[in-house]
């Protein structure tokens, strides 16, 4: 298939050949899930902490004869359910990574790439640069063709003065075409392409080896 090719004016200048199998599958949404859920708790830090009755300070002693007192019977003065106490069944540091299939992860990035396009939020810009590296200067120059709503900007490794000029918009995420995210991409209203990342992109993906349709489920 093929896909317009915009300049900064929002003007189309040329249409640019992408593979079907990137940007015209039927989008698979437990794969887009199951991606999304992982990149997720991958990000999560897991350094939660509580102590518990063996670590919080205070006697090993006995407070009073088990017998006799009238009184509960109790062990020791770090018990749980006493003030200054340690805590029961509370969190600990822990690795809340796991992964996910290869094929699931491509599946998803294809997916997401799709259902943006089907929605027309997807928009390949042609290749510009910012020499100056100002914020001022970037958004005169995309003016026609960015907004404020959430849009992720898919750049390549070489353009680093385009990161540094806008990287203080709050609302623009930046993406390389070789390290991407499902769950930032998926959330965004809009997608922004250049014309060299998205070259990129077309070669970095293996065509299926079988239908969409007979992966994972819709």
């Known amino acids: 298939m093929k896909l317009n090719v915009y300049d900064l004016t929002g003007q189309i200048k ?20 199951e991606v999304i859920k992982n990149e997720l708790a991958n990000a999560r830090q ?10 919080v300070q205070g006697s090993k002693a006995k407070p009073w004869r088990q017998k006799g007192t009238g009184r509960a019977r109790v062990g020791t003065k770090r018990n749980p359910i006493w003030r200054h106490g340690g805590v029961a069944f509370g969190p600990k540091p822990r690795d ?28 390949v810009i042609e290749d510009f640069n910012v020499e100056s590296g100002k914020t001022k200067d970037f958004l005169n120059a995309t003016k026609s063709v960015l907004t404020n709503d959430k849009t992720s900007f898919i750049l390549t490794d070489k353009d680093t ?10 609302y623009l995420a930046h993406l390389t075409y070789n390290r991407l995210n499902v769950h930032t991409l998926f959330y965004s209203k809009r997608i922004l392409i250049t014309e060299s990342a ?13 239908a969409v349709s007979e992966v994972g489920v819709k």
Not at 14 to 33: G, H
Not at 46 to 55: D, F, L, Q
């Open 14 to 33: 040329k249409e640019i050949e992408v593979k079907d199998d990137i940007f015209n599958i039927e989008p698979n949404r437990y794969a887009i899930y």
């Open 46 to 55: 897991g350094t939660s902490s509580v102590k518990t009755r063996g670590e």
């Open 96 to 123: 809340f990574s796991y992964s996910v299939p290869k094929k699931v992860k491509i599946l998803a990035y294809k997916s997401v790439f799709s259902y943006k396009n089907r929605k027309n939020e997807l928009m």
């Open 161 to 170: 003065l385009l990161k540094r000029a806008s990287k203080n918009l709050p």
């Open 198 to 210: 998205l070259t990129g992109l077309n070669d970095m993906f293996p065509e299926s080896k079988k």
